[in-house]
């Protein structure tokens, strides 16, 4: 199984549209979660942490399953600058300075 | 804001030759990584740096990678001897703390053929 593991999509949504981004992670000590977003050919950008409760930045909103070892992020009224790949991220349990694990991403474009 | 600094952006070399990828970590940061992403692939860790010492290294970061901190505000990547396969983005990242939030320079586009 995958460390961690996304939808590779790509999801094409008009702009306005709520799109749900799914994610699993395998090592079920994994502490620390977040949302990267990662433009073509630039650098992972950090959209959020997930915490535990949930969290909500705006239009996005990050969840955390640790039982099901699930991750989600849900963007309501997308806009044509959210296209982007998503990426979900897993903090390496063991490895002693936080290294982070990557899922492959989940392409988004949203049209006008 | 300050930001994670990397040159050069795009680097193209012969196969076998030693290459050096150069980041500027923020300033205030104490914790430096560098993660690689072969076109169309995940981003995957390559090491982490901490008081002038690798912390950890992935099975990718065999003897042909090392890390240098130089000077008190450089950060290098080495490839002794680069094969086709070392083709990547090369970006490095640095936090204030162990688990903290990493902050990613732009990258640097290496090209070996």
């Known amino acids: 199984r995958k460390e961690v593991e996304q939808d590779p999509g790509p999801f094409n949504v008009p702009e306005g549209a709520t799109v749900a981004f799914n994610c699993t992670y395998s090592?079920?000590?994994?502490?620390?979660f977040f949302w990267y977003r990662q433009d073509c050919r630039k650098e992972p950008k950090l959209l959020m942490s997930?915490?535990?409760s949930g969290n909500e930045d705006g239009r996005f909103t990050a969840q955390l399953n640790r039982a099901s070892q699930y991750i989600s992020l849900l963007i309501r009224d997308s806009k044509l600058s959210d296209s982007a790949t998503y990426l979900c991220?897993?903090?390496?349990?063991?490895?002693?300075?936080?290294?982070?694990?990557f899922g492959k991403g989940t392409k988004l474009s949203v049209k006008p | 804001e300050p930001e994670v600094t990397q040159t050069p952006s795009h680097q193209v070399t012969q196969m076998g030759q030693e290459v050096i990828l150069r980041c500027v970590p923020i300033s205030n940061h104490l914790y430096f990584y560098w993660y690689r992403q072969i076109l169309g692939q995940k981003v995957e860790f390559l090491v982490s740096f901490y008081n002038n010492e690798i912390s950890e290294k992935s099975e990718i970061f065999d003897d042909q990678f090392s890390v240098e901190r130089p000077d008190g505000s450089n950060f290098t990547l080495k490839i002794r001897s680069t094969k086709l396969e070392d083709s990547a983005m090369y970006f490095c990242?640095?936090?204030?703390?162990?688990?903290?939030?990493?902050?990613f320079g732009p990258g640097t586009r290496l090209t070996v053929l």
């Open positions: 990242a640095s936090s204030e703390t162990s688990g903290d939030t990493q902050y």
């Open positions: 090592n079920s000590a994994s502490q620390s």
């Open positions: 997930v915490y535990s």
């Open positions: 991220v897993v903090n390496r349990i063991g490895g002693s300075q936080g290294n982070l694990i």
